[in-house]
């Protein structure tokens, strides 16, 4: 048994300990119920019996229908990731534990349109949705669309262009557009970052697909989280700014604060050419990035001054 299969395990024992547990308190609420009723009023039992009956019966469809999302949410999750035999050895994983925090060099950035990233980088939900609807996979509720979603995801994997962090709510897939789309920002990055002195750095890729049900374990995290994601369509990523991966020492280092602003460069030209929708997300230290269709024509420039 390897270690995602094992984990596997342990969660649905932790599942079916907590539901003997439940079962067990409300059992013993039961009990306490039946001794405290008095026999002279059958009224006052029956009335207690009935309510009895309906509450039992709601937690038990409740109850059944969590099980049931659970073992077809394990389902999928076995589905879309078997072990990853090549992790283990891919040469792209070394790096440092942290960035360098001392003798950073400035870097060269170009101002942003909008002046601040969050103002620059506010595309609506609407607009990433209607992007991964046109080039997205049918969001997995079951096997079959899992089935289905796999003849077109593609599996990513860290590499020279980015990190891939250890994902708790999201599998490693895109569609191709997506997958094409954050190879070139990745790549854009380094190449900038070497033409303006150099420092050896990649962007950290933080969250990819997601299913409906790890929307709703996130949702119990995350209040801000919502249930219709654009990442439930394989379209979407998230790369951090407030970590970027650092592969070795001997410099020049630079700071977190240059390296973001520098991202948001980057990502502000892919979007300018139609490549992309993005939204700057405070709470979760990204930008959400969500590919579009090939062709797409270019936004229309908010910032433009008007005569």
């Known amino acids: 048994m390897n270690r995602r299969q094992a984990h ?68 999928i999750l076995a589905l879309l990731t078997p072990p990853d035999t090549a992790a283990a050895r891919n040469p792209h994983s070394a790096r440092l534990d942290s960035m360098p925090g001392r003798d950073c060099v400035k870097l060269r950035v170009t101002p942003l349109p909008g002046g ?26 079951g096997l079959r669309p899992a089935w289905r979603a796999g003849e077109r995801l593609a599996r990513i994997h860290t590499c020279e262009d980015f990190y891939l962090d250890n994902l708790t709510h999201s599998v490693p897939y895109l569609v191709p557009e997506a997958r094409q789309l954050l190879h070139d920002i990745g790549r854009a990055f380094r190449d900038t970052l070497a033409a303006r002195g150099g420092g050896d750095y990649r962007v950290k890729v933080t969250s990819v697909l997601r299913t409906p049900a790890l929307v709703k374990q ?66 979760q230290s990204c930008f959400h990035i969500t590919a579009r269709p090939a062709g797409s024509p270019p936004p229309p420039d908010q910032f433009a001054r008007k005569n």
């Not at 039946?34 to 019996?49: G, L, M, Q």
């Not at 601040?116 to 509720?141: V, Y």
């Not at 996130?218 to 970590?243: C, I, K, P, Q």
């Open 116 to 141: 601040t990233l969050r103002r620059t980088f506010s595309d609506s939900n609407c607009l990433h949705l209607q992007a991964a609807a046109l080039i997205g996979i049918e969001p997995m509720t």
């Open 8 to 75: 596997i395990v342990f969660n649905i024992i932790m599942c079916m300990l907590a539901a003997a547990i439940l079962f067990g308190v409300g059992r013993c609420a039961t009990a306490s119920a039946e001794s405290s009723e008095s026999p002279e009023n059958p009224e006052a039992a029956e009335a207690a019996e009935t309510s009895r009956a309906a509450t039992t019966g709601a937690a038990e469809a409740t109850a059944a229908a969590d099980s049931a999302e659970h073992t077809e949410s394990y389902r």
């Open 218 to 283: 996130l949702r119990r995290r995350n209040r801000n989280s919502v249930d219709s994601s654009a990442h439930l369509y394989g379209t979407t990523f998230d790369l951090s700014y407030s970590e970027f991966i650092c592969n070795r020492h001997g410099g020049p280092y630079r700071t977190q604060e240059d390296l973001k602003n520098l991202l948001g460069e980057i990502v502000w030209e892919f979007r300018s050419r139609g490549r992309c929708w993005v939204v700057y997300e405070r709470r």
